[in-house]
């Protein structure tokens, strides 16, 4: 069965600074894709990156930025120059592609950014 | 422009009682679901409908049951409700067979039952 682990439960960084958030998987399947969603308190669920299991390349979007690594199957999410803003829950996502489309979530990381 | 809407936002019932939520999308979307969101956060996946067919059905209680009256629409009618039931419902829309498709999620509904 498809798993996410996120295995920090909570992080802080200083404003300006960078953090990366860890979250590993587990699967059988050589197609599938992984994002990152933002949780803010607000409680709307806000897509931050995306990334394609078969694409190489890791993801960007401004300031955040995926290593994906497929052999260890890691999918680390970087902030920088980390905002107020960016406080939230982050959480982590796995699609499975084979038969029903299952979006499978990890436990979160609440982020804490301290000024 | 909302691109899926649910409601109510919050719901506040006592148990033993029964009660809807509603949810629509506009993004033109093939694919609704209902996720089940708990106090310690964990998102957990309870139904999905493809064009109004019930695709995914995890081990929820029959006490809940979703309607997909057409595609752009899922709702969610809880009977009996249990003091357990407590917890935000989230609905969400997707393209299937769009690879990359996110999730798109409305706002939530914060279901407390007293």
């Known amino acids: 069965a498809q798993t996410v682990t996120q295995s920090q439960p909570e992080m802080s960084v200083q404003e300006a600074e960078t953090v990366t958030l860890s979250c590993t998987y587990d699967t059988s399947e050589s197609d599938y894709y992984l994002f990152w969603y933002k949780q803010p308190p607000s409680r709307q669920m806000i897509l931050v990156i995306r990334?394609?299991?078969?694409?190489?390349q890791n993801a960007t979007e401004n300031r955040f930025s995926v290593n994906f690594q497929k052999a260890a199957k890691s999918f680390s999410l970087k902030i920088s120059d980390s905002q107020l803003g960016d406080a939230a829950m982050y959480f982590c996502a796995y699609l499975f592609t084979s038969g029903t489309y299952k979006y499978i979530f990890g436990t979160g990381t609440r982020l804490k950014v301290l000024a | 422009d909302t691109a899926v809407s649910q409601t109510p936002k919050y719901l506040v019932t006592q148990m033993g009682n029964d009660k809807s939520i509603k949810c629509e999308q506009n993004?033109?979307?093939?694919?609704m679901y209902w996720y089940k969101q708990d106090s310690k956060k964990f998102l957990k996946i309870m139904f999905s409908y493809n064009n109004k067919e019930l695709i995914i059905n995890e081990t929820v209680p029959n006490r809940f049951s979703p309607k997909s009256p057409d595609k752009a629409h899922l709702n969610l009618h809880i009977n009996s409700l249990e003091l357990g039931d407590s917890a935000v419902y989230f609905c969400a829309s997707s393209l299937l067979g769009a690879g990359n498709s996110p999730l798109h999620f409305g706002n939530g509904t914060r279901l407390t039952v007293t």
């Open positions: 993004l033109g979307h093939d694919t």
């Open positions: 990334q394609e299991a078969y694409k190489q």
